[in-house]
């Protein structure tokens, strides 16, 4: 018992680091340029053990770009605290979004191979289903409170995905996201706040009218 115990921690350690090398190696390199014979000396494993864990080098990629996913979706989930009103969990989770893609594994990744890699169909399928539905469960929150006037959600959630996703290319493109960001981020509030009707302001007060 206790042996295949440990053989059980070696094979999800032998994942954890296979994943781990590819992620570091396609964020620095783009995914067409790094090659299996690299990932598995950089993660110190033979190429059958990669085999073992992963069909082939775009199954190792799929698997990143969904374990960058859900990174992002839990950091924009967790956003601010009770003290934060619905509609400043929004802004700030629109932000997280911002400084998530200004991050070289993100944006080159999940944004820039991701479509071209895993196909347009697949690659919205991760990455489109989950935001969208944290954004359409954020829509409904601020109606709920009146920061915002009821609309059809779902079509609109499809918008601002589509200006998020932008966004973050932008940022993920441009040779200093980090200079880019606040006016990135400036922009998309502008936007956003034009569009739903909230209060353009830094520390929102008063519901919508």
Known sequence: MSTRRTQAERRTQTRADLIAAARAQFAERGYAAVSLEE?????????????????????????????I????????????????????????????????CTQADVGRILLIDGPSVLGWQEWR????????????????????????????FKPLAHLIYGALIEAGLYLATTSDPEKE???????????????LGWRDSNSPSEPHD
């Open 181 to 195: 960001l606040p006016q990135m981020h400036a922009s998309l509030e502008h936007l956003l706040a034009a569009t």
């Open 39 to 67: 990932i598995v000396r950089a993660a110190g494993v033979t190429r059958g053990a990669l085999y073992h864990h992963f069909a082939d080098k775009q199954d190792l990629f799929r698997t990143i770009v969904r374990e």
């Open 69 to 100: 996913e859900q990174e992002i979706d839990v950091r924009m989930l967790s956003t601010g605290g009770a003290e934060l009103s619905g509609l400043e969990r929004f802004r700030v989770a629109v932000r997280v979004f911002l400084e998530a």
């Open 125 to 152: 399928e991760i990455d489109a289903a989950p935001t969208l539905r944290l954004i359409e469960d954020g829509l409904e929150e601020l109606a709920a409170h009146d920061w915002i006037a009821p609309q059809p």
